[in-house]
Every structure is written in structure tokens, then in C-alpha cells.
């Protein structure tokens, strides 16, 4: 802030310079004026031509008003040919938003020939089924044939999520849309930004809280364990030899460490083995997954370990009670979770014809 001081004086050659030095800075300020009032005009118009900055429910609604139902008939069919679809499209969402947030990025193939890998290559991901892309790939061509040009990847994603969810007994709530496609790719950026099997709650807060999820997010997103499976390289290690002590992990059921030991050994197993996340009722989308933590029937290291913690077990404990509780948590967690990173329109976003490839 300047502060102007001038002090009057009898003499007319000092009066007649601090008039003019007035003058002078007077007509500077108004300069400075003129030229902030059209900075700020220029601003608004460029504004103006953005696209939506904020996601909505309705932002398609004149674009392309059917769109949930396009994607829906697509959903509803892949969930009765391959149920595997369910869980293969919900964890790529995760993936998807957790790795340059939720733009599509993970749909994308790597380019033939090149030695920089998109994010569905990297190792942590070599696990995504192809069901998976697949069921977005199916969607988005009938919703091109409908509306060309108009909807991203991102969302049908985001809306695919949904309705699997749905279909699989868990709760229907509205998708707010308006994502754009990311443009960039890289399977070096996905490592340390996905959840690892053998997280500590301490890893895993970490890593929610960069991405701007509490610890209430943290644990009602890992409901999504509800239902699904995870190949034995994932847990095995609990099963023999957990975090080099080589007694087993003593935060498992026995019974459930001899039925996974069947099935998973120690060495020679088969890499397509798996097994549920939700050992009672694996198909189903319910909060059954809260209840085998009490019951010390979690799959993962990282999932029992949500119930030890006494950080978090207050909030397992109190979703493995009430089911609609947890059904309203985790619609708000996945709008949350679905507001990470999103892209706009420019050099960071796009709209892809072909969901694998924006080269």
C-alpha cells in the first residue's frame, strides 16, 4: 500500500512542484488503473470460454441426456456374461484416480515399440483384468454412436463404477460428471501412487491424505474389498513367512490361513491362483468385509490391518454394524474419491475417440 505525503508551503516554486508531482502521480495511478481494469476484462472473457471447471450431475444433460442409460445397457449385459466385469471396473477407477487423478489415464495402451510403458503396464497393474477394459471400450463405442465426440472416457468410468456396484447389491447414487481425458500416461508414476497389499495404516494415510482423502475415506473406500479376488503373491507372504519373522501373520484366522495354504504355497504355486477378498459372501456388494476384519478374515495385510489399528477400528467396527451406513459413507467417499486431479479442457485434457489411445 503507498501512502502519498505532502506538506503546503508559502513559496509558489514549491507549491507549483508539489502540484506537479501530484499531477504527475495522478495520472500514473490512473494508468495503472486502466491497464488493471483491462487485465481483469481480458480474465473474464477468457473465463467465459472455458469449459465447466466444476463436475455436476446434469452436465451432459443437453449434450447427450441419455447417456447413463447407454452405458447402463452395457453394464447390466457385461454383469450377466462375465461378473468378473464388476470388480475388474471398480478397481480401475480406483487405479485410475489415484495415479494423475480421474482422467481415463489408465485406459490407455502403450505405444508400439516404445520403451516409456502407460500406466496399465506397470507391474502393479499387470493384475487388471481385461474384463475390465473391455466393459469401458463396449460403452464408450455405443455412446460415440449416439453422441460422437461428446463424452470422455473418464466419465463412462466413473458411471460404469457405478452401476457395478449397483448390480452387485451395493448402492445407486449420482455420478457427477464433466471429467476430461488426461493426455499423459506413464507406468513410472503408478508405483508409488497405488495402495500396496502390505501397507501399515500409517502407509495408507499417507498416501490418502496426498490425494486429499481423511481417514474415514481411507477406510470406507477399502470396502470396495467387499467383493472381488487378489492373486496368492499378494497376501502368501502372511501365509508363511510374514514380514521376515517366518511365523505366519498372527492377525489371521487359522482356519483361514489353512484354507489359503491349500491353495497358495509357499513356492511353485500357480500365478492365476485367487482368492475372495470377502471370504463369506464374495459376490455380493455389502459391508460383510467390516465383519471378517473382527473376525480376523481379512485377505490382505493391508485390510486386517484397518481393525488393529485402534485408529481405525472404532469406524470398522461401526460400518460392520449397519450396512446402510456403510452404503451412504462409501457414495460419498467415491464422489470424493471421483474429484481427484480432474482435468478440463487445453493441453491437459481431451476427449477420446478411442479410450486406448490418444496419440
Known amino acids: 500500500m503507498f501512502v502519498l505525503s505532502y506538506s503546503s508551503s508559502s513559496s509558489s516554486s514549491s507549491s507549483s512542484s508539489s502540484s506537479s508531482v501530484f499531477t504527475s502521480l495522478s495520472l500514473f495511478l490512473l494508468l495503472i488503473l486502466h491497464i488493471y481494469t483491462a487485465f481483469c476484462l481480458a480474465k473474464s472473457t477468457n473465463n467465459s470460454t472455458r469449459p465447466h471447471l466444476q463436475l455436476s450431475v446434469d452436465y451432459y444433460a443437453k449434450s447427450c441426456p441419455q447417456l447413463e442409460k447407454f452405458v447402463s445397457s452395457v453394464t447390466s449385459q457385461r454383469f450377466k456374461e462375465a461378473p468378473v466385469s464388476g470388480p475388474a471396473t471398480i478397481r ?20 508400439p515399440g516404445s520403451k516409456m510403458l502407460a500406466e496399465k503396464d506397470a507391474p ?17 463405442a455405443l455412446v460415440d ?19 457395478f456396484i449397483h448390480l452387485a447389491g451395493g448402492p445407486y447414487y449420482q455420478v457427477k460428471k464433466g471429467r476430461w481425458d488426461g493426455t499423459i500416461s506413464m507406468a513410472a508414476r503408478v508405483g508409488s501412487n497405488i495402495p500396496q497389499a502390505n501397507f501399515t495404516v500409517d502407509q495408507l494415510l499417507k498416501l490418502f491424505n496426498s490425494k486429499g482423502l481423511a481417514l474415514e475415506d481411507l477406510v470406507v473406500l477399502s470396502g470396495a474389498h467387499t467383493f472381488g479376488f487378489a492373486h496368492c ?28 495354504r491349500m491353495s497358495c504355497p509357499q513356492f511353485g ?45 472404532p469406524l470398522v467396527q461401526n460400518l460392520a454394524k449397519d450396512k446402510q451406513k456403510f452404503f451412504q459413507a462409501f457414495a460419498s467417499a467415491m464422489d470424493k474419491m471421483g474429484s481427484i486431479g480432474v482435468k478440463r479442457g ?3 485434457g481431451e476427449k477420446r475417440k478411442d479410450c486406448g489411445n490418444h496419440f
Do not use: W
Open 92 to 111: 480401475l477407477f480406483f487405479h485410475d484416480c489415484f495415479v494423475e487423478g480421474c482422467d481415463g489415464s489408465i485406459l490407455i495402451a502403450s505405444k
Open 124 to 140: 502393479v497393474n499387470k493384475d487388471l483384468r481385461v474384463e475390465g477394459f473391455e466393459s469401458i471400450r463396449k460403452a464408450k
Open 145 to 163: 454412436s449416439k453422441c460422437p465426440g461428446v463424452v470422455s472416457c473418464a466419465d463412462i468410468l466413473a458411471i460404469a463404477a457405478r452401476d
Open 233 to 260: 503373491r499378494h497376501f502368501v507372504s502372511r501365509l508363511y513367512d510374514y514380514r521376515s519373522t517366518k511365523p505366519p501373520d498372527q492377525a489371521i484366522d487359522p482356519r483361514l490361513l489353512k484354507a489359503l
Open 269 to 313: 504355486g500357480s500365478p492365476d491362483t485367487v482368492a475372495p477378498f470377502d471370504v463369506t459372501t464374495p459376490f455380493s456388494f455389502d459391508h460383510a468385509y467390516y465383519g471378517n476384519l473382527e473376525a480376523k478374515l481379512g485377505l490382505l495385510a493391508s485390510d486386517q490391518a484397518l481393525f488393529m489399528d485402534p485408529r481405525t477400528r
Open 346 to 348: 487445453g493441453k491437459y
